[in-house]
Each structure stands twice: as C-alpha cells, then as structure tokens.
C-alpha cells in the first residue's frame, strides 16, 4: 500500500469534514459531559434531580405524560396511538426523556422542559449534541427548540434554534442536533437549558436523549518516521531510534495549541517526558517485547495539563516482536571425508544456510551435506527467522582425509592351542572384534589363541575416520575318535566295531589287524578266537589320537534237550555246558503256556525238574539265556522225561 497516498487520504476526508459548519471542523476529544437518563429493568425512570438535571414540567410517573408533563421512559409503548411506538435511543434497557408540550408555554415556569450544568474546560470549542425524535405521526403542531448555552453567571454563550421539528415517515430516531460553542478564557462550566417555544395541544410531543459535549481541537494525522505508517514493527535487541511525526491539519478552536505525545505499554497512558512539540520526535525503542501505542494529545494554552481537556490525534502501533535466539550444530564438528553430516538449526521458524563461501545451499532446518570432502570444510552460518526478526549463528566443520586398513595375515592355520600374531595398519588406533582369544583387542598386534575357527574385524581409527579389515584364523583341532566300546561274544562268533571320528584326520587304522576283515575300515567285522583289545588310530595334521574297544571271547554254552529227574543219578539234572563262566547270566524255563515255572541268576546249581519244591510233569519246556554278555539271548526247548 502507498503510505503517502494513504496518509493524504485521512487528510482529505478530515479536510472534507471541515465544509459542515454544525459540525467540529477539526477532531474530537473524549466527551465531557454525557446525559443518556440511566438506564433500568423498569418501564419508567425517576424523576429528573441534580446533578442529572431539573425541568419546569411536571414529572409524571405512570404514562403516558399529559399536557405540561414529562416522563422518563424506556419505550413509548402503550402511551398515545398517534404518537410512534420507540426504544430510547441509548439501548440496553436505556431510559429517555419524553416530554409532552405545555398548552401555553408562557404558563407558570415558562416553556424550559430542561435545565443542568456541564463542568468543561476553558477557552475550548466543543460540539453539542442531543437526539430528538417527534413523537406524533400527523399534526399540525410540532416542537420548535431553543437550546441556550450560557456560564453560570448567565451570560450566553451560544443560543440554537432547532425550528419546527417535523414529523418523521418512521418510527426510527433521526440525525443528531449539533452544534458549535466556545468557552470563555476565565470560566469553564457552563449551563444547558432547553425550552419548547410553541404551543402545547394536538401535536407538539418529543423524546429527547444522548445528550453529549465533545471538545473540538486539532486534526491531526499521527504516524512513524517521514511516511506516517500508522503501524511498525521492530525486532527486540536490535537497537534503534523510531521518530514520531504528525501532520496537523487544522487547529480550529485554539488559539495557542500545545501539545503533549503520550504511550501506552498495556498498563494505561502517560506522557512522554520532552515529547511537547507537533515536530517529529526521535525516541529509543523500547527494548521489552510487546505493544507500544502512541497518541498525540493537544490542548489549549495550560488545558494541556489537564486530562479532560486533551484532544487525541489517532492511535498509532508500534509492535516490538522476540528477537529469535539462532542455534546452529552438529553431531561432530570433526569429520571423515567421505561421510555425510546433518547441520542443525533451530530458534526460528525459517532458515537459510550458507557454506564456507558464502553461497546459499539450503533452506531446510538441518540440511545434510552428503559425501563430503575436504575442500568443504569451514564455517557454516545460518539464518534463522521467527515472526519476522532474524538471528544468526555459525558451526564449523573440519574434514579429515579417509583412512584404510589392512590387516595381515589375512587367512592364516593354526593347531589347536598354538597361537597366531595378527597386523594391522593404517590408523594410529586399533579395535579388533571378537576379542575372544586375542592378548589384547586395543593393539595393532594382538596374539590370537582362538580355540575356535575364527573372524576377527579390526576398526583403525584416526581422529574421526575409521576403516576395516577382516582376518581369518583356522583352527585345526584335535580328531575326536571312539572305537565304539566294549563288545563280547561266544567263541566262534563275529562281532562288527563301531568306530567313529570327528574332525579332520589324514589317515585312520585298527590294530591289530589280526582277526578283522578290513583294518582301515571304522567299521570293521572282528573275530577273535581270545578276548582282545582294539585300537583305532586316527592322524591329523597337527596330532596323533587313538581309542581302544575290548572284544571278550566268552566260551560256547551248551544246553541238552533233555533229562530225566527219576532218581536214578543218571542225567537226573538240566546240566548246561560252559554256563558256569557267565556268572552273570539268567536263565529262565517256561510251558507251552508260558508260564514261568524256573528262573536263576549264574547257573551254579542245575535245574532238577521241580517247581516251588514240586515235581512238575514230564513234557516239554522252552527256555531263555540271556549271558548278560551284549550277545544274543539263546533260546531253545527242552523235554523233560520221568
């Protein structure tokens, strides 16, 4: 928007104010006397009585009012047909005056209707204002006001006639009656009276309300610097000094103008001290954050000092915002070329980042510069904005060159429990992971005793840069053999090893050979004609295991088919051949039913045929042998004959 044009725009439109001659010609202050007649939930209002004013008329408190008789009333309703039905002009359950005329206004008390005094100031032109409404739809009469302005001791001041007062084509109040007065040089209150000079009867009925006084004083266009802005806005913190200025119109009404500029920090108005001239005014701004509102206030001669008599140019603002605080980081202000950094901005709700050459990249809140290289480095400065105040602040970012490790060897055998030494090379700090059999993870040159084939990751570091390197260290670890354990079996039989190896061997073998099928086999079919001790032999690069298994060759039990318990010594028992070297044995004899009728542990005294201490029956029994040797369990039947 054009601030000159806007600016000659207030002045136009006052200057065209100026052409009303009812009306003031310069601005207004705030009013000194105001009459609305209060205000009440009741339809009728008291009496007139000072200091709200006197009447000659005759109070009336019911309605309507008759001839000689007013009324204090909030509506006209249900008072006369003929008259127009209306609220006081006021609102909000306002109260206003109706009068209704004298017949003869010569009668006693004459035709003044209204009488009071008004404190003002001196030597000040004021505007008077009063709303009258006629209250009558259609008549020939109608009311004819002179309202007379004088100082207390009588002498007039200014004398207006209103003329016949029409009726109106609605029940609306019209324009306000105004006018001009001055007071004296000596003298300031001054006395309102009003009379209704025609003749009472058919007609000449009246609402009256709002009377106000307003002092008249200079126009004057108030605004910051040589524009005139009416608004400004500052940043706090930032020293400055703003200029007040004013363009004064016209000073209608005075004679020797004064003038005083006044603020207003949220806590009421009061002068600025010096600040007592219409020519710009240079002022520090105020350093709290908030809203400053300037006026300039104008009086007459000492009416200056005093406040009732000041009239105010328009408000003008200055708005003081929060200067924001700029912050500006990083997670590391040292970094590896290569790596990608995020810039963090805060404290505004804008931002523009610049790089070291002054050059504008970003206008995020935390930019990343990603891959970033030496040439890079430096400062970083950024500009942070928040309701339209800036603040700056900076980060600077060193680069360092990229680093790469290597570690040697990088694959290397070992046997289990001997030791490797690993090298690393390309920082001037070392990390190694796992450190599980290293002689120390923080070295360049650990030991590694692994017990276990083994990755290790070793991070060089110089400053913020890192790189890493892999070694491999096998472990070749001792094979686990089992030649399978013991075994045993009858003479004459064959009995199959159940070796087994785990890891890694070069070569594997049974002694002795003797008796086996195939001595290079894990699994190999054993025949010993004696108990005999195996040995399974299994060779790794690194060392030699071994595991022994024990065939026990037991000898061959016979069991005879038959036997005849008769008493006659001669095969009178179950005689089983070679039983006696199984001590452990058991040996159990069944019917064709399957009941058990004999069962022992070692066969130290032969079966005789009975059975709990009875003779059982001749027939045929089954029986089981178990030798309790990892062999066979033998079974067969036999006849029993008596």
């Known amino acids: 928007m054009n601030i000159r044009a806007f600016t000659f725009g207030i002045v136009y439109l006052l200057i065209s104010h100026l052409c009303n001659a009812q009306t003031c010609s310069g601005s207004f202050g705030p009013a000194l006397f105001t009459q609305n007649f209060g205000s009440g939930s ?38 006369y047909g003929t008259w ?11 109260y206003m005056m109706v009068v209704n005329a004298k017949f003869d206004p010569t009668d006693a008390g004459g035709a003044v209707f209204y009488t009071q005094q008004a404190p003002l100031c001196m030597n000040t032109t004021y505007q008077f204002s009063v709303y009258f409404k006629n209250l009558n739809k259609v008549s020939s009469l109608k009311p004819n006001i002179t309202i007379t302005i004088s100082t207390t001791g009588g002498t007039p001041l200014k004398t207006y006639f209103t003329n016949d007062i029409p009726e109106d084509a609605s029940d609306a109040w019209g324009n306000a009656t105004t006018f001009l007065f001055t007071t ?77 500029w006044q603020v207003n920090a949220g806590n009421g108005w009061s002068n600025i001290p010096g ?95 990603s891959n970033i290289t030496p040439a890079q480095a430096g400062k970083y400065t950024v500009t942070v904005t928040l309701n339209g105040c800036t603040d700056q602040n900076s980060v600077t970012l060193t680069v360092q060159p990229k680093i790469t490790a ?8 070992i046997c289990a429990g001997a030791s490797t030494q690993l090298l690393a090379s390309g920082g001037t700090s070392y990390t190694w992971l796992p450190t599980t059999g290293l002689s120390d993870p923080n070295i360049a040159n650990p030991v590694a005793s692994p017990t276990e084939t083994t990755t290790y990751t070793v991070t060089a ?61 894990l699994t190999p079919l054993a025949t010993p004609t004696v108990s005999t001790t195996y040995t399974l032999t299994a060779t790794s690069s690194c060392t030699t295991v071994t595991d022994t298994a024990r065939v026990t060759v037991y000898d061959k039990v016979m069991a005879p088919n038959a036997f005849s318990p008769n008493g006659d010594n001669i095969n009178d028992t179950w005689d089983i051949l070679g039983l006696v070297t199984y001590p452990e044995s058991v040996v159990s004899v069944y019917t064709r039913n399957g009941q058990m009728v004999y069962t022992v542990k070692g066969y130290s005294k032969p ?27 033998m079974s067969g039947y036999v006849t029993l004959i008596r």
């Open 42 to 79: 009741s339809v009728i209002g008291p009496a007139l009585s000072a200091p709200v004013g006197t009447s000659s008329y005759t109070y009336s408190g019911s309605t309507p009012p008759n001839d000689g008789q007013y009324t204090i009333a909030n509506s006209t309703n249900g008072m």
């Open 84 to 94: 127009w039905t209306i609220p006081d002009h006021t609102g909000n359950q306002g």
């Open 184 to 260: 004296p040089v000596n003298q300031s209150d001054v006395v309102i009276k009003m009379e209704n000079t025609n003749h009472g009867g058919t007609g000449n009925d009246f609402a009256m309300d709002d009377i106000t006084i307003k002092p008249c004083g200079p126009v004057m266009v108030a605004g910051f610097g040589a524009a005139i802005l009416p608004t400004y806005n500052n940043c706090s913190g930032t020293p400055q000094k703003d200029t007040l200025s004013v363009q004064v119109v016209s000073t209608a009404g005075y004679i020797n103008p004064q003038y005083q």
């Open 275 to 369: 600040a007592t001239s219409s020519a710009p005014y240079i002022f520090n701004q105020p350093a709290a954050v908030g809203t400053y509102q300037y006026r300039l206030a104008s009086a007459d001669g000492t009416n200056i000092n005093t406040s009732s008599c000041l009239i105010y140019s328009n408000l003008i603002t200055l708005t003081v915002t929060q200067s924001p605080t700029a912050t500006a980081s990083t997670n590391n202000t040292t970094v590896c070329e290569g790596s990608n950094v995020t810039l963090n901005g805060g404290g505004g709700s804008s931002y523009k980042w610049t790089d070291p050459n002054g050059t504008v990249f970003s206008n995020l809140q935390n930019p990343v510069i």
């Open 406 to 413: 290597t570690v040697t060897p990088t694959n290397t055998t």
């Open 461 to 521: 570091t110089t400053g913020s840069c890192s790189s890493t390197a892999t070694a491999i260290v096998n472990v070749i670890k001792a094979p686990i053999v089992s030649a399978g354990g013991a075994k045993s079996i009858i003479m004459g039989q064959s009995v199959r090893l159940n070796g087994s190896i785990s890891g890694t061997v070069l070569t594997y073998s049974w002694s002795p050979a003797t008796s086996l099928d195939n001595p290079n086999s």
């Open 607 to 633: 079966w005789d045929g009975t059975y709990n201490g009875k003779i059982l029956p001749e027939g045929t029994y089954y029986y089981t042998i178990d030798l309790k040797n990892q062999g066979p369990i």
